[in-house]
């Protein structure tokens, strides 16, 4: 067996970013991705694009190693050839507004019929109840998961994230829930239904925020830089809020990535204080034990920063783990795209694509021993209508043509 997911066949009818993000990880397990598009195409192709009339960095990153087939789910055609792949398919993703789905004519009732064995997953915005027929973006599910009340300084407003927690978050939520409803259908012979609302994925990575909403019960948080505190858990900077306090301090030369994320572990300060030259400070009663430390975390940071502030941020990540010290220097793109190590472990990927070239995208983020991912271009639309109709479902020539001609694919 080559890959994880060999043999396992998804009929994909994601859009956007949620639901191909989950459906590229499939691919890249392995299963056999058949990306089916409206005769218009994904929107994405044509969204944000860099280059005129090619498909937009938006679509080659979010759907390499699919088959594309085009195809109107309103024409009557359109919908005897849905239910014919129905029937040869492990899974069908969809990630569509509210709905969508059962006004062409298909409920879980209807596909189940088709196809006892079909895992059906969907993406949603929101679960069951007020927002049910909501839809959601990115930083919708942000804002109603956690994340933007929790985000940005204390006196300033909520910020969103760059990190698409709502969409690729909820995409690889989705991916767990196919894989484990795989392994079941194993034992049961049985698909079933997986669903995963964007607000649900966003406040389980925002799982630590409720702890701390129920902390604030019995008081102020003392692990976070705020003074004041009111009913709620209010936004902490750059402040990590957990066990160990950390901050962003500045490095040489001042750019606005030239910063280091800094965490004093207990073990770390005796090291910080003679880096920073102040020795002194590792027996001082008034510095050497994090109690003693918690009330004045932004001294210490002042203190750390009036160093790095003189060394450039490479060097500072050095010094600081030559002491085993955790920290990271602020990254930005363009040092990540340009990375020698993240090319070397295949996480940052360049992809041959017949229109628009050679282009870098992120790659396989989950390593299997026995399973490598194989990073491929994203499919052309439509370009494998006459494998996937001709060859597999037999459709004649002829017959093909007259689909196209239709508006059928
Ligand atoms: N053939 C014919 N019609 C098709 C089709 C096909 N192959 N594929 C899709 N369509 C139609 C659907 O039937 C639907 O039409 P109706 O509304 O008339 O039933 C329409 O295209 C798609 O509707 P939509 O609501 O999904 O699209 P939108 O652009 O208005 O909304 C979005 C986009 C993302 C807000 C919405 O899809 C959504 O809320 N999805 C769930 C949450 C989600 O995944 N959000 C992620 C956003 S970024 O990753």
Known sequence: MGKALEGVRVLDMTHVQSGPSCTQILAWLGADVVKIEAPGGDIT????RDLPDVD?????????NKRSITLNMKSERGKELFTEMVGQFDILAENFGPGAVDRMGFSWETLQE??????????????DGPYTHFKAYEVVAQAMGGSMTTTGFEDGPPLATGSQIGDSGTGMHAVAGILAALYQREHTGRGQRVTVAMQHAVLNLCRV????QQRLTHGPLNEYPNREFGDAVPRSGNASGGGQPGWAVKCAPGGPNDYIYVIVQPVGWEPITKLIGRPELA???EWSTPAARLSKLDKMFQMIEDWTSEHGKWDVLA???AHNIPCGPILSTKEIIEDTSLAENEIVVKVDHPERGEFTTVGMPIKLS????D???SPLLGEHNQEIYGHELGVPDNELAELKANGVI
């Open 45 to 48: 192709r044509k969204q944000l």
């Open 56 to 64: 937009s960095l938006y679509f080659t990153m979010l759907n390499c």
């Open 114 to 127: 088709i196809n006892p064995r079909l895992i059906y997953a969907s993406i949603k915005g929101f679960g």
């Open 209 to 212: 925020k409720l702890r701390d």
């Open 283 to 285: 027996d001082d009663p």
């Open 319 to 321: 010094k600081l783990n």
């Open 370 to 373: 026995d399973s490598a991912a």
């Open 375 to 377: 990073i491929q271009r």
